[in-house]
């Protein structure tokens, strides 16, 4: 295996153990794997395979290099704020007959325990960036709920009727249920209304 460039020197206590947080790094060490070094996006962590064989050091410098790489990627992939209105209008035209019009829809990062937000008084709509790890579909799911906030602010029977014009607003429900549970985390959609 070609060894990388020394990000960091090698009598650096750190060396070979996971750099400080942003961004969380798990870094599974696997004896069956034998030439290639992997990385994914685990929710808020990014996971490093390695194999058994690396040195502390060769191990850090994957590392350093993986999480960069993913790192490089989602910035380049990461949707802008244009693109979550422009979702919004198509999404609210499909499933909600074009009658919810928000004045904006934006991604927030601090939004831990909710996956959106509506303030139906002011028409806008707040999407948690941590829905940007998960499929489209999902994304999908909670613009529509929030969107439909703008019809029915409380989650009363027709709330959900429009909800489930979406088709596949149950499975997306079931998605961020496990994913919340997984994580030991709250699920909540938005504010109990
Ligand atoms: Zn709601």
């Not at 206590?13 to 798990?26: A, I, K, L, M, T």
């Not at 194999?51 to 050091?57: E, G, K, W």
Request: glycine fraction near 6%; hydrophobic fraction near 35%; aromatic fraction near 6%.
């Amino acid at each position: 295996m070609a060894v990388l460039p020394d990000s960091r020197p090698d009598d650096d206590p750190r060396s070979g153990s996971v750099p400080p947080c942003p961004p969380e790094v798990e870094v599974r060490r696997s004896a069956r794997r034998r030439r290639t070094v992997s990385a994914y996006r685990d929710g808020g962590r990014i996971v490093v395979l390695v194999p058994a064989s690396l040195t502390r050091a060769e191990e850090a410098d994957w590392v350093a290099t993986m999480v960069a790489r993913i790192e490089r990627s989602e910035q380049r992939r990461r949707p802008s704020d244009d693109d979550l209105m422009g979702r919004a209008r198509s999404l609210s035209d499909r499933y909600l007959g074009g009658l919810a019009v928000p004045e904006s829809v934006r991604w927030v990062e601090n939004q831990s325990t909710r996956w959106g937000s509506c303030t139906p008084g002011e028409r806008t709509i707040r999407i948690s960036s941590r829905l940007q790890q998960m499929p489209q579909w999902v994304v999908d799911y909670v613009i529509v709920h929030e969107l439909a906030h703008l019809v029915e602010a409380h989650h009363n029977e027709r709330f959900w009727a429009w909800v489930d014009n979406y088709p596949q607003a149950e499975r997306a429900k079931g998605y961020l249920m496990g994913w919340s549970a997984a994580r030991d985390e709250p699920d909540e959609p938005d504010n109990p209304g």
